[in-house]
Structures are given as structure tokens and as C-alpha cells.
């Protein structure tokens, strides 16, 4: 398919630390389309941030360790990359926004040089050139141009966050990941950057994939939707089949444990117990310990993704050997028709 | 289900504060280091120890023997003789016994001194912490080797002016370090608890307070020994420290140097067992710094 | 930035002045009979108490004290009854001596210390890392006098490289800063070692390599200039054992510089140049202090930003 930005192809990521071998990634496979806004979703701890590390290939290692798969992005391999070649990748092909703008700028140079220094990493421009292309970037993210000169600790939080987001936007890469740009953040200022990033996507016909825990922004930013547990994705799909057609049983966890805003009095309904120790994995389906469908198979076999069919698109598989049976059906989905 | 989940934690912070000094001791023990620097020092205690039984102090360590001057080390004299024919051996084994006298005697007073201080200024804050800090700085701000001369000078050149010297330092340290601890935990919510409770404020100190400062107490103890141990050999070399003939080993190193063309070993070896001991006490606290704190060690 | 630095100079006058004092107080407990080092042991006690009139040594302690302290101002400590020489101008001459060994020690310290802390801390935990660390902690365990007896039995007795002592030229001062230097990088190395290694961890170390900065730029131009504060901060809490260092390492190598003119004029009882190169000393370390926090401030954004606010 030639309008592929990004193909990941089982990839395995293992921390290796003495006491432990955590597997953080255990065979995640997705592809993302061009201009096309992927969302990453799960618990923390589930691997979302590993994956997006792996992209560019800065895992930290050690204890980090990208055991198996492959990363196309673009045609190439990003793994079988030599180190300058990863170079001329990050940043321009493909920029990363982090969680916490309070620790992701460097304290001791001012935002302009931060930004200036992506543009001079990649393009060949002078110094005034980068400065002033840094200033066009923080005008696009709302700050003014005079600011420049100003150094991070002067910022506020949700400016810092724009600040970030220029320095990623500033070699106009083809993938922006995104990991949790807004959970840092107050919500009014969440909504504000939400509606930046969402403009600018648009306006540079960039692809994203979105990591996050909050379905509230996923659904309003994604077209395509992940979800992840424990390293494996149990669904995949467009945003409409996860939300209208939900088929995992954790996904249906997720969604109940979300305030209902229609129906106050009702109980939030929590999913039971903890994520699996990643280090100590269970046999078999990592949710079957947790879930209320599951039976005895569901700890023999790990579940393969597989195509749902239906009313839902053609993009929608979901990881659950319920339904080998087919007159298996989630709760929701009787409830609602 | 919330009652007994409350009983299980109950029991693990007792098996836990039963085995917290275990525990520490357990994590010591896994550091090379740190048990190498213990072994070396419990030699050196027994060797301080016995040396007393083995030389006859005013014959063997100080006693002047000159035809056996400046003998390279043999069989007879394992470290050789000194040029007013000495065995070093003597008295290098004797020379322990101050070196660790001085450091341990020093810090110690210190440490009762400087915690005091610390306490004081990090507990009640305001005008005495003001006044305490500043006391401190304006020691800190003079070399601690100048304050040591001015204080001998003073009070003359003996081993015990020596020890009250080099305890200023040692003090300024401690009230350093516990004030910074104090100041952290003065404000923990258990303290004020205790206030609330209505304790009176020497035992909340006594109580809550030190006892949390315990760890950094403990490292700067023992590296401070080892500064200490240096500091006062360095005087004894400039020639204020302990007087002569007594085998301090900055003194042997003092005595040797104008031998050093023609016996190199008066030089080399006193410097060894200043720097071996040392050597042993930063080991054991490291050792122990990681041991008490495992947070800080990654 | 000026008024904080003129606030800070002021903040000096009342340490400067508790300083001295203790100093001076100290130091008079100890002296003799200045009167009887002039008029020698011939004096009669008629000729005695004039002189006493005379240099005002009758006047109670604070008047003394005061008097002296005026003198400091003008650049007058008095002068050595012994020496005969003028102790301010004494001190001086010599403190440039001093200056240089330590500036010089300080130099190779931060040659050595600063690369191999980076290099250990980006080895962290292999055998490149233990080498490093067995380094600093004999740095640490050393007596530094000793060091400078062992470079000059292997130096200059052994192998005639470079001089025992004295000061002539650039080879006379590369011993005693080597001396001086050794205990100093074993402290700048490792602090600057755990400086780096937390700074290594920092998320914006992330997003510069996420930037597609090579792993040189990463470390030097977003990782040094983090790690230096720390570092700057143990070099400055060390000067006073640069000075320390630099006594013993004078009196070692015979260098003309304050630490053995103080340690000359213990030895003669020379209680008038002790006293004020203790003071001198003492001041000359609050002056640097405040250099290194000064320093502090052009490295760091954040602290520059602070003093702005206070000046």
C-alpha cells in the first residue's frame, strides 16, 4: 500500500534489568495511513510509551531492548538503521511531543535556540535563519515572536506545551507522536492544546499517533483507534467501530468505568484488579485473570487478532477467543439493542 | 476485606522495623568494598589494640638505638629503622594507636557538638538558626588547617589540644548535615503530631527527629573520621600536631622526609598506613551510605 | 546584577569584622610581650612600659582591636617584631604564589576530573566506570602532603623531571599543583560523574535526541551545561581545601607562598604575621566565595533570574 506512513510488524521490547525481565512489548502490529490520527489507548504500564520510543528507535538501552519485529516508516526499516541515519530521522521525519513539558524543555537555553536547533539540525541554514524560522514556529503555537529570548522556567505550563509542540512541528515531519501531550496539563488548557495540535495536524497534512488514557480526546481527534493491554493490542479499529462496536472485554471495562454524565446515579464500574505484572506475565489471554467472560480456554492460548465482520469496518479486529462462539456478545452490546 | 487487608500491612512494618538494621547489615555486606574496609579497620583496632603487649614503648617505639640507624627493612626490621635507629615497624603499629584516637576522639566530640548546634538551629529556626549558621560560616570560611593552628596555637602543641582542634571542623560538618536532615523532617506530618500531642520539644527531638537523621549522621561520621585522620597527620607533618618522639604517623612522614634520597621506605611506608586506613573508611562509608539509603544508588 | 553584587560585598563587613575578631582575640592570648621582642633582654622595666605607652599596648583589648582594624583599611597590619618586615605588604607579595599553585590545581583538576566524570558516567557500571571511581576514591584517601613526598621521590630523585622544590619556572609548579590537584579532581569527578548521571536521565536529554541531536551534541551541548551547576557548587565548597592543600603542599615543595609563610611564622613565633594572614586569608575566601556564586549565575538562567530579583 503506498499511501502506508508507518507499518509496525510485531515488534517485541524487553527491559532487562538483574531482577527482572519486564516484557513491556509483547508482538504489537499496526499500520498508519497518511494524514491519518492514530490513538494509542491503554492503562499506564501497558506500553504505549515503549512503542513510540521504539519508532525512533531510542528505547534506552540498557536495560531497554528492542527484541524483534520490524518498523517500516516510509519504506525503511527504522531499526536496521545506522546511528547517523536515526539521526537524520528523528526530528525531521518524524518528531515526538512528551508528557511532561516541565521536564522536556532544557532549563539552561532559551526556547528560541531550542527550536532553532531542530531547523539547523536538519536543514542547511544559518543561525539567524534557524532563529527566525523558531519565531515563525512559536507564532504558529500562539506564543510571541519576542519570546523567544526567554528561557523555559519562564513559561507556563500549557505554553511550555506549545513550545514543545514547535520544536516537534519545526522540520515539518510526515509522523508527530504524541505521547500524552495533555495529561500534564490544567483541562481548560488540555482543550486548547488538543485544538492546536488537531489544527495543525490538518494544516500540514501530517499523520500522529496519539498516546493517551482519555477516551474523552480520543474521540475527538482520532480517525483510527488501538487498544492496549499488557504490551499486546486487543482491538484495533476506526474510532466509530471501538466506540459504537465495541468488542474486547477490557475495551467495554474502559468504557464502564467512564462517568456517565446521561445517567448521574449509576455506579462507576471499575475493572477489577490490577494490569499483570509485565515481568511475570500470565499464560494465555494477559486479561483473562481480570475479565468476566472469561473461561478456562482463555489462560491456555494467546488470543489472535482477528477480523470482527459486521456493521463494523473493514479495519476492525479484535484479540478475544470468545468468539469462537458465535453467539458470544459483550453486555453493552445486548444492552444497547 | 478492607479489615484484613489492613491487618497484612500491619504485619509487614513489624517484620520490617524488626529486620530494618538486618537489613541495612544484609546490604553491606553484599558490598565488596565495604567489607573490605571493615575487615581493614578491625585489623587495625586489634593491631591498636595489642601493640602495647607486643612493643615496649619506651625502648622499642621510642627509645633511641643508634647503631642500628637507617637499616633498610630486613628481616630483623621488617620496615627498617629510622635514622635514630627505630624499628618502623614499632612504630608504625604504635602510630595507629593515635591516628585512630585522634580521628575517632575528634569527630565524636563533633558529633556531640555539632548535632547539638544542628538541632538547635534546624528545630527552633529563626534567630538561632541565624546565629548558629553564621558561627558555622565564618568557621567555614577560614581554612580548617588555619583554624586547627590557631587554636594550638593557643592552647600549645599536645595530642589532646590537637584532638579540640581538629573537633571544630568535625562540628561544623555534623551541624551541617543535621540541621539540613532536621529541617526536612521537622515538618513531616508525624512531627506535628507529636506537637499536637503536646510532647514537650527535647523529646520530639530526641524522639522523632534524630532518629530519622540517623543515616546521613552515620556516612559523615565515618568519612569524617577519615578527613579527620588526614588533617591530623598533615599537622603533626607541619609540626603542630602531636609532639615528638611519639610515632604519629604524620610525624614519621615529618622525620623521614630529610631521609628521603637514602631511605625512601621512612617516607613511603607511614604514607601507606595513613592512606590504607583512609582508604578503609571511605570504602565502609559509601558502603554504608548505599546500604542505608538504596534509593540514592542508581 | 551590580546591586547584588553590591549587597553581597556588604553582607561581607560584618563576617569580615566577627572574623578578625575571634582571629585577633585568639592570637593575643598567645603573644608575648611585644615590648620586650623590641627592647630585647636588656630592657629595664621603665624602658619596658614606655614602650607598651608608646605602641598603645596599655589600651584595653577593643581599642586595640579597633585601632588595628583601622589600619586594615589602609592597607597597615602593623609590622613583625621578629621579621621587621610590613605583614600586609608581606602578605601581598606572597599571595600571588599562592594564587597561581592553587589556579593551577585547580586547572589540572578540571582537566582530568571533568572528561573522565562524563566518560564514567556514560560507562556507568562497567569495568571503564570502575577504573574511574578506583581513581577518585585513592583521590579522596590520600594525604595530599604525602602525594607530593611520593612525586618527589619518583620525579625529581628518581627520574630529575622536574625540581623538589622552589619556585623557578614553569616545571617548578607542575609537582606541587599535581599535589594539590589530585584530592580536588577526585572530588570534581565524582560529583561530576553523578551530576551527569542524573542529568542523563532528564526527559529533555530525551527530546534532544528525539530532535536528531548525535549522542556528542546530547551530552555536551544539553547535558553539560546542566551538570556543570553542581559541579561548580563542590568546586566552590572546596576552596578551603585548596588552601589547606596548598599549605602543606608549599611546605613540601618549599613554595614562597602563604601557606608556609604562615607555617615559618609559627615556627619563629611570629605572632603579628600570623594574625594577619589569618585574617587576610579569611577574607580572601569570602571574596572567592562570592566569585563562584557569581559564576553560578552565568550558567544558570534560572539563578541569574533570581539574583535580578533580589538586587
Request: charged share 20%; net charge negative; proline share 6%.
Given at each position: 500500500m503506498a499511501d502506508l506512513v508507518l507499518d509496525i510488524k510485531d515488534l517485541v521490547v524487553h527491559y532487562e534489568t538483574e531482577d527482572a525481565d519486564v516484557h513491556a512489548v509483547n508482538g504489537i502490529s499496526f499500520q498508519l495511513g497518511k494524514k491519518t490520527t492514530l490513538g494509542l489507548v491503554g492503562e499506564t504500564g501497558a506500553g504505549k510509551t515503549t512503542t513510540a520510543l521504539s519508532i525512533l528507535n531510542l528505547v534506552p538501552n540498557p536495560p531497554g531492548k528492542i527484541k524483534?519485529?520490524?518498523?517500516?516508516?516510509?519504506?525503511?526499516?527504522?531499526?536496521?538503521?545506522?546511528?547517523?541515519?536515526?539521526?537524520?530521522?528523528?526530528?525531521?521525519?518524524?518528531?515526538?511531543?512528551?508528557?511532561?513539558?516541565?521536564?522536556?524543555?532544557?532549563?539552561?537555553?532559551?526556547?528560541?535556540?531550542?527550536?532553532?536547533?531542530?531547523?539547523?539540525?536538519?536543514?542547511?541554514?544559518?543561525?539567524?535563519?534557524?532563529?527566525?524560522?523558531?519565531?515563525?514556529?512559536?507564532r504558529l503555537v500562539g506564543i510571541a515572536e519576542n519570546r523567544a529570548y526567554d528561557y523555559p522556567h519562564q513559561f507556563s505550563g500549557g505554553m511550555k506545551q506549545r513550545v514543545v509542540i514547535a520544536i516537534a512541528l519545526a522540520c515539518n515531519p510526515k509522523l508527530l507522536i504524541a505521547d500524552e501531550p495533555t495529561t500534564a496539563l490544567d483541562v481548560t488548557i488540555q482543550a486548547q492544546v488538543l485544538e492546536l495540535m488537531k489544527n495543525l495536524i490538518r494544516e500540514y497534512d501530517m499523520s500522529m499517533i496519539l498516546i493517551t488514557h482519555d477516551l474523552g480526546v480520543v474521540a475527538e481527534i482520532c480517525d483510527d483507534v488501538a487498544v492496549v493491554y499488557a504490551g499486546r493490542i486487543?482491538?484495533?479499529?476506526?474510532?466509530?467501530?471501538?466506540?459504537?462496536?465495541t468488542h474486547h472485554p477490557y475495551t467495554e471495562g474502559l468504557f464502564d468505568s467512564l462517568p456517565n454524565l446521561k445517567e448521574r446515579g449509576e455506579e462507576l464500574q471499575p475493572i477489577k484488579g490490577?494490569?499483570?505484572?509485565?515481568?511475570?506475565?500470565?499464560?494465555?489471554?494477559?486479561?483473562?485473570?481480570?475479565?468476566?467472560?472469561?473461561?478456562?480456554?482463555?489462560?491456555?492460548?494467546?488470543?489472535?487478532?482477528?477480523p470482527v465482520g459486521g456493521t463494523s469496518s473493514s479495519k476492525h479486529m479484535v484479540a478475544c477467543d470468545a468468539y469462537d462462539d458465535p453467539k458470544f456478545c459483550l453486555r453493552r452490546n445486548k444492552d444497547g439493542k | 476485606m478492607a479489615k484484613k487487608a489492613n491487618t497484612v500491612s500491619t504485619n509487614n512494618d513489624v517484620i520490617k522495623s524488626r529486620s530494618q538494621f538486618q537489613e541495612v547489615f544484609h546490604r553491606l555486606l553484599k558490598n565488596k568494598g565495604a567489607v573490605i574496609g571493615m575487615i581493614f579497620l578491625l585489623v587495625l583496632v586489634i593491631i591498636a589494640l595489642i601493640s602495647p603487649l607486643a612493643f615496649d614503648y619506651e625502648t622499642q617505639v621510642i627509645g633511641q638505638n643508634m647503631a642500628d640507624r637507617l637499616q633498610g627493612p630486613s628481616a630483623a626490621h621488617w620496615f627498617g629503622t629510622?635514622?635514630?635507629?627505630?624499628?618502623?615497624?614499632?612504630?608504625?603499629?604504635?602510630?595507629?594507636?593515635?591516628?585512630?584516637?585522634?580521628?575517632?576522639?575528634a569527630v565524636t566530640i563533633g558529633l556531640v557538638v555539632g548535632t547539638i548546634?544542628?538541632?538547635?538551629?534546624?528545630?527552633?529556626?529563626?534567630?538561632?538558626?541565624?546565629?548558629?549558621?553564621?558561627?558555622?560560616?565564618?568557621?567555614?570560611?577560614?581554612?580548617?588547617?588555619?583554624?586547627?593552628?590557631?587554636?594550638?596555637?593557643?592552647?600549645?602543641t599536645s595530642t589532646v589540644n590537637l584532638v579540640i582542634a581538629l573537633s571544630f571542623s568535625a562540628a561544623t560538618g555534623f551541624c551541617r548535615v543535621v540541621r539540613a536532615a532536621v529541617m526536612t523532617v521537622r515538618?513531616?506530618?508525624?512531627?506535628?503530631?507529636?506537637?499536637?500531642?503536646?510532647?514537650?520539644?527535647?523529646?520530639?527531638?530526641?524522639?522523632?527527629?534524630?532518629?530519622?537523621?540517623?543515616?546521613?549522621?552515620?556516612?559523615?561520621?565515618?568519612?569524617?573520621?577519615?578527613?579527620?585522620?588526614?588533617?591530623?597527620?598533615?599537622?603533626?607533618?607541619?609540626?603542630?600536631?602531636?609532639?615528638?618522639?611519639?610515632?604519629?604517623?604524620?610525624?614519621?612522614?615529618?622525620?623521614?622526609?630529610s631521609r628521603m634520597r637514602d631511605a625512601s621506605y621512612l617516607c613511603v611506608l607511614p604514607g601507606l598506613a595513613i592512606l590504607f586506613t583512609v582508604l578503609a573508611l571511605n570504602l565502609l562509608g559509601d558502603g554504608l551510605r548505599d546500604a542505608l539509603d538504596p534509593k540514592l544508588k542508581k | 546584577m551590580i546591586k547584588y553584587i553590591v549587597k553581597r560585598l556588604l553582607q561581607l563587613i560584618p563576617v569580615i569584622i566577627v572574623t578578625s575578631f575571634l582571629i585577633y582575640w585568639a592570637m593575643n592570648l598567645t603573644s608575648g610581650d611585644p615590648a620586650l621582642l623590641i627592647a630585647g633582654d636588656k630592657a629595664t622595666p621603665e624602658m619596658l612600659e614606655q614602650i607598651r605607652e608608646e605602641m598603645g599596648l596599655n589600651d584595653p583589648f577593643l581599642v586595640r582591636y579597633g585601632r588595628y582594624m583601622l589600619g586594615m583599611i589602609q592597607g597597615d597590619m602593623g609590622e613583625s617584631y621578629i621579621t621587621g618586615k610590613d605583614v600586609f605588604q608581606t602578605f601581598m607579595e606572597t599571595l600571588p604564589n599562592t594564587l597561581m599553585l592553587g589556579g593551577a590545581a585547580v586547572l589540572i583538576a578540571v582537566i582530568i576530573a571533568l572528561p573522565l566524570g562524563i566518560y564514567t558516567a556514560i560507562h556507568q557500571s562497567t569495568w571503564k566506570d570502575n577504573v574511574g571511581m578506583v581513581f577518585a576514591l585513592f583521590g579522596t584517601a590520600m594525604p595530599n602532603f604525602w602525594l607530593g613526598l611520593m612525586l618527589i621521590l619518583l620525579f625529581s630523585l628518581k627520574l630529575g623531571w622536574f625540581p623538589s622544590g622552589g619556585k623557578a619556572g614553569f616545571s617548578s609548579v607542575v609537582l606541587p599543583a599535581v599535589t594539590v590537584g589530585y584530592g580536588l579532581a577526585a572530588l570534581i569527578m565524582r560529583t561530576t560523574r553523578s551530576s551527569m548521571l542524573d542529568v542523563i536521565r532528564q526527559d529533555y536529554m530525551t527530546t534532544a535526541r528525539a530532535k536528531g541531536c548525535s549522542e556528542r551534541q546530547v551530552i555536551f551541548r544539553h547535558g553539560l551545561k546542566n551538570a556543570l551547576i553542581p559541579i561548580i557548587t563542590a568546586i566552590g565548597m572546596q576552596i578551603s581545601m585548596i588552601m589547606t592543600g596548598s599549605v602543606l603542599a608549599e611546605t613540601v615543595f618549599s613554595w614562597p607562598g602563604i601557606g608556609r609563610l604562615v607555617n615559618d611564622s609559627i615556627a619563629r613565633r611570629d605572632n603579628e604575621m600570623v594574625t594577619g594572614a589569618i585574617i587576610m586569608c579569611s577574607i580572601c575566601m569570602c571574596l572567592i566565595n562570592l566569585v563562584v556564586d557569581l559564576v553560578y549565575a552565568f550558567f544558570d538562567p534560572r539563578i541569574k533570574a533570581q539574583y535580578a530579583k533580589k538586587g
Open positions: 524483534s519485529g520490524s518498523i517500516v516508516l516510509d519504506g525503511v526499516d527504522v531499526l536496521k538503521l545506522s546511528q547517523e541515519e536515526l539521526e537524520k530521522v528523528r526530528g525531521n521525519d518524524v518528531a515526538m511531543i512528551f508528557q511532561d513539558p516541565m521536564t522536556a524543555l532544557n532549563p539552561v537555553m532559551t526556547v528560541g535556540e531550542q527550536i532553532a536547533e531542530s531547523v539547523e539540525l536538519h536543514e542547511k541554514v544559518s543561525k539567524q535563519e534557524a532563529m527566525e524560522r523558531a519565531k515563525e514556529m512559536l486487543v482491538e484495533i479499529g476506526t474510532a466509530d467501530d471501538i466506540f459504537n462496536h490490577l494490569m499483570p505484572d509485565p515481568s511475570n506475565l500470565p499464560p494465555g489471554c494477559s486479561f483473562a485473570p481480570r475479565c468476566p467472560y472469561a473461561t478456562d480456554a482463555c489462560s491456555k492460548k494467546v488470543p489472535e487478532l482477528r | 629510622d635514622e635514630y635507629g627505630r624499628d618502623l615497624f614499632a612504630r608504625i603499629m604504635w602510630g595507629s594507636r593515635y591516628s585512630l584516637i585522634i580521628g575517632f576522639g548546634l544542628g538541632a538547635i538551629a534546624g528545630f527552633k529556626g529563626g534567630i538561632w538558626d541565624q546565629l548558629i549558621m553564621r558561627f558555622i560560616d565564618i568557621f567555614y570560611s577560614i581554612p580548617n588547617i588555619m583554624i586547627a593552628v590557631v587554636i594550638v596555637s593557643v592552647l600549645g515538618d513531616q506530618e508525624y512531627v506535628e503530631s507529636s506537637y499536637a500531642m503536646g510532647l514537650p520539644t527535647w523529646k520530639i527531638i530526641a524522639k522523632h527527629i534524630l532518629p530519622n537523621c540517623l543515616s546521613p549522621i552515620i556516612v559523615q561520621y565515618t568519612l569524617q573520621v577519615g578527613t579527620t585522620i588526614i588533617s591530623a597527620s598533615s599537622l603533626s607533618f607541619l609540626g603542630i600536631g602531636v609532639p615528638a618522639p611519639a610515632p604519629e604517623w604524620g610525624a614519621l612522614l615529618s622525620g623521614g622526609r | -
